[in-house]
């Protein structure tokens, strides 16, 4: 079935630093990739996402990358801020009204002031 | 609108204990989705509905069984509890348009079982 790695696991920069996290997935046929952020205690929430047919989307400090062809994506945050520090999650989902989403593991970043 | 809302927040069980999960959206969306999250290893669907009246297995749904009571409540059982089903238990509904397609997912519950 369907597989996303994420990594790191961890990752602690110094605040005003940029912070990359990566995942790669298994099914080719995925055209949606969301990156969901999720504070200590808090539910998770999506703060950005990307298709397909798109290589790359920015939304102010934070942008996403996507290569179909090595079928890996990227999330980069700039300028980092200690209110970054959360777990973010990665996902990956197939075409069809299902919305089912298969998840990384996640990455706990740590910005230090 | 309150989203999606979850009962309880905590719970404890005793292995072999059953117990009901609940979950309620008020955004009018079709699809919802029980997800369990374990340190290391992200979050992973237990069950879902894309629509009211169906219900589909996920990548974990030994041990668990699910009801779309109507269009706003979608309910996890847990018949006998066992250790391995502690976990943090969220519950989400998806809101997708041509312009978005986003789970919002309630606050979660904390089950532990003894």
């Known amino acids: 079935g369907e597989n996303v790695e994420q990594h790191p696991s961890t990752l602690s920069v110094q605040e005003g630093d940029s912070a990359v996290i990566k995942c790669t997935y298994s099914?080719?046929?995925?055209?949606?990739f969301p990156w969901y952020k999720q504070e200590l205690g808090k539910r998770p929430q999506l703060i950005i996402d990307i298709r397909s047919n798109v290589g790359e989307k920015k939304d102010q400090r934070i942008a996403v990358t996507l290569n179909k062809t090595a079928k890996h994506f990227s999330l980069h945050i700039t300028e980092t801020q200690p209110e970054d520090s959360a777990v973010y999650f990665c996902a990956a989902s197939r075409p069809g009204n299902t919305g089912k989403l298969i998840f990384g593991q996640g990455t706990t970043l740590q910005v230090k002031p | 609108n309150a989203g999606v809302t979850q009962t309880p927040k905590f719970q404890v069980l005793k292995t072999g204990q059953s117990m009901t999960l609940q979950c309620a959206q008020d955004m009018n969306h079709n699809s919802m989705y029980w997800y369990r999250q374990d340190p290391g290893m992200g979050l992973r669907l237990i069950y879902y509905?894309?629509?009211?009246?169906?219900?589909d297995k996920g990548e974990v749904p030994n041990g668990y069984n699910v009801s779309r009571l109507n269009k706003r409540e979608f309910s996890l059982r847990l018949e006998s509890a066992a250790p391995s089903q502690t976990s943090v238990y969220f519950c989400a509904s998806r809101d997708i348009s041509p312009s978005t397609d986003t789970q919002y997912f309630g606050p979660g519950t904390r089950l532990t079982v003894l």
């Open positions: 509905s894309a629509s009211e009246g169906t219900t």
């Open positions: 099914d080719s046929a995925s055209n949606y």
